[in-house]
């Protein structure tokens, strides 16, 4: 079976571009979680959704972040404008009901 | 959810069992212990996770102390490919599904 799918596997942009991060979650799991990594604050957590819908944002650092999921089968993740303070590495994870969370290979985002 | 405490790094011979002990003294009823793993330039992967019983899988077996104030999540025959970041993670059973995750153990496994 096919696990989490994020896609860029990297990303080099500017400061002030937009960035948008893609998710696709395992077929069948409801429940979508974004995460950002960083030798500082290590994993953490930003939002996750359950069937389509946020339920918890109180991760995203500031307006800056957005996140949607316009179905079952996408996610995405969006900065816009973006700064360098936002370089990391960002992952992906699906779930369901009480079964362990599965993590994408994430994306490796760099902003110069 | 509970917070755990691990040991920031630990060494592992090839071969022989890894033992990485993990603290959650403030863990209640209701939350599980987890164990994840992080390869480097990967995403953390599943381990093993349990309540209140042992548990054992093809990856590891998990032993959770009769007070579950702690636990030990044991790696029967350490490889090279088993060198990673080791996270103990306490979440809880309700609806919540979120994970937090601490700093981890970092296992090196040496030939």
């Known amino acids: 079976d096919a696990g989490v799918i994020q896609s860029p596997r990297h990303e080099v942009t500017e400061m002030g571009q937009e960035v948008t991060l893609r998710c696709k979650p395992i077929s069948g799991h409801d429940y979508l979680f974004w995460y950002r990594q960083t030798m500082m604050r290590g994993l953490e957590l930003l939002i996750y959704?359950?069937?389509?819908?946020?339920?918890?944002d109180s991760g995203m650092p500031e307006d800056r972040f957005s996140a949607k999921m316009p179905n079952a089968s996408f996610s995405t993740l969006k900065i816009q404008p973006s700064e360098p303070r936002d370089s990391a590495v960002y992952f992906c994870?699906?779930?369901?009901?009480?079964?362990?969370?599965?993590f994408g290979d994430g994306t490796r985002l760099s902003i110069l | 959810d509970a917070k755990t405490t691990q040991p920031p790094s630990m060494d592992c011979a090839e071969g022989r069992a890894a033992n990485l002990p993990c603290n959650h003294s403030?863990?209640?009823?209701?939350?599980?212990v987890y164990w994840y793993r992080q390869i480097h330039s990967q995403g953390p992967q599943y381990i093993i996770h349990?309540?209140?019983n042992n548990e054992t899988n093809e990856m590891a077996s998990l032993i959770i102390t009769e007070d579950r104030k702690s636990s030990t999540l044991i790696l029967p025959h350490a490889t090279l490919r088993d060198t990673a970041v080791y996270y103990c993670?306490?979440?809880?059973?309700?609806?919540?599904?979120?994970?937090?995750f601490g700093a981890g153990t970092t296992v090196t496994v040496r030939a």
């Open positions: 403030t863990i209640s009823g209701n939350e599980y």
């Open positions: 349990g309540l209140k």
């Open positions: 959704f359950n069937n389509n819908v946020p339920i918890d």
């Open positions: 994870a699906s779930g369901t009901g009480n079964q362990p969370q599965h």
């Open positions: 993670i306490v979440r809880s059973r309700s609806n919540d599904y979120k994970l937090s």
